[in-house]
């Protein structure tokens, strides 16, 4: 171990893995202006643009858009908990390992969980998804947008609408997606969906952005018990069951985050600016440029990787825009590949879990990441780590073919 | 509301409440520093340093100490939820409002919950302790150390001694505490402790330090489920029923944080930096001097206040060093002192909840903000204050007798 008395000095990397990424230098910076007190009106007034700049980037109307102070997943099972009652079915569609998360929490907040599976680097026609609906009937469908494990997104258009159809609220984790790809909330009729700052939106880990619509709204005041020794004695709870964590209980950080701003948690004052200047930064580039210059980055790295020689792996029409799998080749070792990456480079790509794991790489490009130089610098230092490793690509055809591909799009 | 895309500007203000504080600029610093991929061995070094300070502040040998990702709230939640299993008595001692939270987060876990109460203002004596324990045979005791809202410290020495005589697991919130007041967990035989770092420690909300001992261990793991997705093959679950949280399940965090490196969230890397800063600061100033920067400051503050004609809230004997409640004088509107305070002088004092809602300011010197030049500037912006609002203190006499208080203590 290191001297923890020295000061922190973390080495340069290019964080070209599946998250977290390099942030934003603004965002770096946001994190180091003076605290404020939570209910001073400056930071109320904080809190207040956030929830605004967030249904931007959730393209929502959505009132309750807001943070939950944690990490992604600490925003997936804020809206599980209070969305699921116990004893609920729930539909979770798998298709990698976050799928496994969604039911595994789901089942913690006493859910009775019904899945359905599909293959690793695969995705669900909509056929499908409505099939499982229609015979178990759940009243919460749980899904993932993109699911870094597989490198796959599945496509949502479509799911909420059936949703409503059989009286089912839809669930969706966009953690790896959102601000990357499009994901009009309101329009594709999806109830809850909650993020993480770490992706597409170049900020660091820690923060979960949440938006939850009138129908989840509606369900969970039902079980609103406002907490001891803060409730008024006139308090009247909800006639629902009381949701199992306090912490990530929905309606009282309704309470906090509305106008009645009735104390709960002290709002994480500096990951609160991270999480504004993120969205910030987010809605100035504007969405439709950002999802393009994600997209472009995607079919660029893509290029270069065939041409190295190398195979992707997975469904490549329904491939997540900012994540991509490689199929590491037979002859090389795929830990020594990442460690000369990070030792000789600085570069840091992913390895992979469950059934991939020691079978793929995963190559993120998102964010600030996702931007020509990184993707030519990646090809270009992954070309000569796998010569040393004894995979020869053809020289320079990975930068080349990238470049071909930014060349055409005019950039 | 302001414009959004307008640049995080937050107005200088000199915190005075009862937390959040300033931060100390070295940690708003290291907050700004280029993140670091998760399983990078930076920054897995990093997370050991962090367990081995936090050690130091909590003045114990425990292998479990860690940060939970999210606010002190979080960290109670964490040790709460993992640490009870439904139907298991809990015995509560209610000295104010996170008392009074204790019982709601031990109620959502399944807990018989017990209590005994004591008038605000008071803490129990040992005695009264150990007759409830005796009464209910609670397998946790979960007791505040410093409860701000009421800004008395419970003595704690004695009770975990009580707890193992009775077979009982004993939790303390030390929140409003850690460094600013002796702790010292191993000494005093307390089983789990969490805290946050935007009280004494002078750094933002949004990380709990936790610490749990080889009693909570024994108890937890025999509650451990590996999540699915992640499982090996060969798992095999624990004997006792599944935590209720994912997110907070302790067992998940101790292989994320032990060599393990199970992949649980994604350590919220910016915060780790603040709660590694936080501890480095905290311990190289010296606990045992820490500790007399807070008693003489509280000494200080008291003196002042007292010399401008305010009564203190409650048994001074037992008060927290790093909080001061001031009874309102009935010729002012509490509010209106506060709103001037803020506006006029940018210093930002507390007010109260429940019982002592409108009766009582809460005054803070902890952290960063605990130093002689803010207890001054408090009470003299206070004292021009309170004349403006229609009570008129002795002119300069609350400044002049904290500065004796500190010219006493040589310095």
Redesign the interface.
């Known amino acids: ?5 020295d000061d ?6 290019l ?1 070209m ?1 599946p ?5 934003d230098p603004r965002v ?11 209910f ?1 009106p ?2 109320t ?2 809190m ?3 929830m ?2 967030y249904r931007g980037v959730f393209q929502t109307e959505n009132r309750w858009t807001l943070l939950v ?6 925003g997936i ?1 804020a809206c599980l ?1 209070s969305m699921i009652e116990p004893g609920d079915v729930v539909l979770v569609p798998i298709f990698g ?5 969604m ?3 789901s ?3 006493g859910a009775d969980v019904r899945s359905i599976e599909t293959d690793w680097g695969t995705v669900f026609p909509l056929e499908r998804i409505e099939a499982a609906i229609k015979q178990h009937q759940p009243k919460v469908v749980a899904m993932v947008h993109g699911d870094t494990s597989t490198t796959m997104a599945q496509p949502l258009d479509g799911v909420g609408a059936i949703c409503r159809a059989h009286d089912a609220l839809l669930y969706c984790d966009a953690t790896a997606t959102l601000s990357g790809m499009d994901l009009p909330v309101d329009a594709w009729q999806i109830d809850a969906v909650s993020a ?1 700052l ?1 992706k597409c939106l170049a900020g ?3 923060s979960a952005p949440v938006t939850v619509n009138a129908r989840v709204e509606a369900k969970v005041l039902r079980r609103k018990h406002i ?4 409730a008024p004695p006139d308090a009247e709870p909800g006639d629902g069951p ?7 209980d929905l309606p009282m950080l309704m309470d906090y985050w509305s106008e009645k701003r009735l ?9 609160l ?2 999480a ?2 993120c ?2 930064i987010a ?2 580039e504007g969405l439709p440029a950002r999802f393009a210059r994600h997209a472009v980055a995607s079919r660029a790295m893509t290029a270069g990787l065939r041409a190295m020689g190398l195979a992707l792996f997975g469904d490549q029409a329904n491939k997540m825009a900012n994540v991509t799998g490689v199929v590491i080749p037979e002859v090389v070792e795929g830990e020594a590949v990442r460690s000369g990456l ?1 030792e000789d480079f600085g570069i ?1 790509i992913g390895t992979s ?2 059934p991939l794991a020691g079978k793929i790489w995963r190559i993120g490009t998102m964010g600030y990441n996702c931007r020509k130089q990184n993707v030519l610098l990646c090809l270009g230092a992954l070309e000569a780590t796998l010569r040393r490793n004894g995979f020869t690509a053809p020289a320079g055809a990975g930068v080349d073919a990238a470049m071909a591909v930014y060349d055409e799009d005019g950039g």
Chains 1, 2 share one sequence.
């Open positions: 171990m290191g001297d923890p008395f922190l000095n973390p080495p340069p990397r964080m893995g998250g977290p990424i390099n942030a770096e910076r946001a994190m180091a202006m003076p605290l404020l007190g939570q001073d400056a930071f007034e904080y207040n643009e956030v605004a700049l102070d944690g990490t992604a997943r600490a099972e908990v390992r976050f799928g496994h998360l039911c595994e929490i089942r913690r907040c993480g770490q660091p880990p820690g907490e001891q020794g803060i009381i949701i199992r964590s306090n912490y990530l104390n709960h948690h002290t709002e994480a004052t500096s990951m600016y991270a504004r200047e969205a910030r809605l100035k990070l840091e879990f469950g």
